[in-house]
């Protein structure tokens, strides 16, 4: 049975409780007979809370906590925070230690997608308990509010704090893992150097915000476009964070591309192995087919049709996202979570002996000969334990040499057109030509 007593203080307004109300959950081990009570604080000049307790036979009192006590727990900027707090002689003992996940563009489409799959263990596994940290904007707060409520509506085991916020020094605290999602799109007559410097701005303070308060060795997966150069950015501005921890996401690239290559040989995508995505997330991206396997076999022994290779198959999957729009009617925002998810797996999970996967990363000391310096989608693998290491058997061709250096040169091109982000000086853009992704329109 379910008992519920709600009583807003009526001694605040609406936009002023809304940043200060704290929804949190207190849980002993779940049993079948569970009381839910809901009740109202006493008002006082403490900030006003929510406070819920979801208990087995021992109900616990929800407490109080001053609002400016020194020995609170630094809560969430906004309105959710829940906890589920298991006493510890009822822990599970095959669970590990939380971890605190934080997610920029929360409210949007993909989050909407990602979210639950973190909280369902679908990433981290099955014994990983998650807090989740939300960052939104000032217009989007009331949706992240939203997404917070069909959060603990879900009832996932394994999420054991929600926190939102629009405040990124406050939401990436302590954060071990920070996914990037939120950028402006490009508009209508919008230049790409214009994008550049509108979302590198976002991106050159959160990176600050991650430098001051995350973890010292967060990983960083950046989602929002240009990605290979807000990465950039974003790791230009958190010197205190290894710069290797910094990833720009190419694996929705990565999948595309096998699912194009699985079709072409009439066999299952799983049958389809070693794909790079070599470059920068835009049309200069390079699906490399040359390393690439089928069956264990070249995909040039599998597939001898080198022009359908070397021209449709490029350009199928450059231009995938252009036509799921043209048949969906906006961005894609499931696959792309899909493969946020994958480039997580990928960190945390050994990589299979002989495959790899692609992942935009920082240059420096690469052995391919690729500029350093920049952020350049290359062929990775992992012991699982979120770091990696660049891929040394791979060979290289004139016609895959080109085509790298073509997407170097952008890279290039986009980095001096950022140095006033980066603090490398004055900004100087002089990009080859507009190779946004249709996607990113």
Same mark, same amino acid.
């Given at each position: 049975?379910?008992?519920?007593?709600? /009583?807003?203080?009526?001694?605040?307004?609406?936009?002023?409780?809304?940043?200060?109300?704290?929804?949190?959950?207190?849980?002993?081990?779940?049993?079948?007979?569970?009381?839910?009570?809901?009740?109202?604080?006493?008002?006082?000049?403490?900030?006003?809370?929510?406070?819920?307790?979801?208990?087995?036979?021992?109900?616990?009192?929800?407490?109080?906590?001053?609002?400016?006590?020194?020995?609170?727990?630094?809560?969430?900027?906004?309105?959710?925070?829940?906890?589920?707090?298991?006493?510890?002689?009822?822990?599970?003992?095959?669970?590990?230690?939380?971890?605190?996940?934080?997610?920029? #563009?929360?409210?949007?489409?993909?989050?909407?997608?990602?979210?639950?799959?973190?909280?369902?263990?679908?990433?981290?596994?099955?014994?990983?308990?998650?807090?989740?940290?939300?960052?939104?904007?000032?217009?989007?707060?009331?949706?992240?509010? #939203?997404?917070?409520?069909?959060?603990?509506?879900?009832?996932?085991?394994?999420?054991?704090?929600?926190?939102?916020?629009?405040?990124?020094?406050?939401?990436?605290?302590?954060?071990?893992?920070?996914?990037?999602?939120?950028?402006?799109?490009?508009?209508?007559?919008?230049?790409?150097?214009?994008?550049?410097? @509108?979302?590198?701005? @976002?991106?050159?303070?959160?990176?600050?915000?991650?430098?001051?308060?995350?973890?010292?060795?967060?990983? $960083?997966?950046?989602?929002?476009?240009?990605?290979?150069?807000?990465?950039?950015?974003?790791?230009?501005?958190?010197?205190? /964070?290894?710069?290797?921890?910094?990833?720009?996401?190419?694996?929705?690239?990565?999948?595309?591309?096998?699912?194009?290559?699985?079709?072409?040989?009439?066999?299952?995508?799983?049958? $389809?192995?070693?794909?790079? /995505?070599?470059?920068?997330?835009?049309?200069?991206?390079? !699906?490399?087919?040359?390393?690439?396997?089928?069956?264990?076999?070249?995909?040039?022994?599998? @597939?001898? *049709?080198?022009?359908?290779?070397?021209?449709?198959?490029?350009?199928?999957?450059?231009?995938?996202?252009? $036509?799921?729009?043209?048949?969906?009617?906006?961005?894609?925002?499931?696959?792309?979570?899909?493969?946020?998810?994958?480039?997580?797996?990928?960190?945390?999970? !050994?990589?299979?002996?002989? *495959?790899?996967?692609?992942?935009?990363?920082?240059?420096?000391?690469?052995?391919?000969? @690729?500029?350093?310096?920049?952020?350049?989608?290359?062929?990775?693998?992992?012991? #699982?334990?979120?770091?990696?290491?660049?891929?040394?058997? $791979?060979?290289?061709?004139?016609?895959?040499?080109?085509?790298?250096?073509?997407?170097?040169?952008?890279?290039?091109?986009?980095?001096?057109?950022?140095?006033?982000?980066?603090?490398?000086?004055?900004?100087?853009?002089?990009?080859?030509?507009?190779?946004?992704?249709?996607?990113?329109?």
């Amino acid at each position: 049975m379910a008992v519920a007593e709600f /009583i807003p203080s009526s001694s605040l307004n609406k936009r002023t409780s809304l940043y200060s109300s704290q929804l949190s959950y207190v849980s002993t081990q779940i049993s079948h007979q569970r009381r839910l009570s809901v009740r109202s604080l006493p008002r006082t000049n403490y900030s006003s809370q929510i406070c819920c307790s979801v208990t087995s036979k021992e109900a616990q009192a929800p407490t109080v906590v001053q609002a400016d006590d020194p020995k609170k727990k630094n809560e969430c900027y906004g309105v959710f925070c829940l906890t589920y707090d298991l006493k510890a002689e009822e822990e599970t003992g095959s669970w590990k230690k939380m971890i605190s996940v934080a997610v920029s #563009g929360a409210a949007g489409m993909i989050a909407n997608h990602l979210l639950f799959k973190i909280a369902s263990g679908e990433v981290f596994g099955p014994d990983q308990p998650i807090a989740l940290r939300l960052l939104g904007s000032e217009r989007s707060l009331q949706a992240l509010e #939203g997404v917070a409520m069909e959060l603990e509506d879900s009832l996932y085991p394994l999420l054991r704090e929600v926190n939102i916020g629009t405040d990124p020094y406050e939401v990436f605290q302590d954060a071990e893992w920070a996914l990037l999602i939120g950028a402006k799109p490009r508009g209508p007559g919008m230049e790409r150097a214009g994008l550049l410097d @509108i979302n590198g701005q @976002i991106y050159a303070a959160q990176g600050k915000a991650l430098n001051a308060v995350a973890s010292p060795n967060v990983k $960083v997966i950046v989602v929002g476009n240009p990605c290979n150069t807000n990465a950039l950015i974003c790791l230009k501005n958190a010197p205190n /964070i290894p710069a290797k921890n910094f990833h720009a996401l190419t694996r929705l690239d990565e999948n595309r591309a096998k699912c194009q290559l699985a079709l072409k040989a009439g066999v299952f995508y799983d049958k $389809v192995s070693n794909v790079t /995505i070599w470059g920068n997330h835009s049309t200069t991206q390079v !699906p490399d087919f040359l390393n690439a396997k089928i069956n264990g076999l070249s995909v040039k022994e599998v @597939i001898k *049709d080198t022009k359908w290779l070397e021209e449709e198959f490029t350009e199928k999957v450059q231009k995938r996202g252009g $036509v799921l729009i043209q048949k969906w009617g906006r961005s894609s925002a499931a696959s792309t979570a899909v493969s946020i998810v994958d480039a997580i797996r990928s960190l945390v999970t !050994p990589t299979p002996e002989g *495959d790899w996967f692609s992942t935009g990363v920082y240059t420096n000391g690469n052995p391919y000969g @690729i500029a350093e310096d920049i952020v350049f989608s290359m062929p990775c693998r992992s012991k #699982g334990d979120g770091d990696y290491e660049l891929v040394k058997e $791979v060979i290289f061709d004139d016609y895959l040499r080109s085509r790298i250096k073509k997407s170097e040169d952008e890279l290039l091109a986009e980095k001096r057109c950022v140095a006033h982000l980066t603090g490398e000086g004055i900004a100087v853009c002089d990009l080859p030509g507009d190779t946004m992704l249709p996607g990113e329109m």
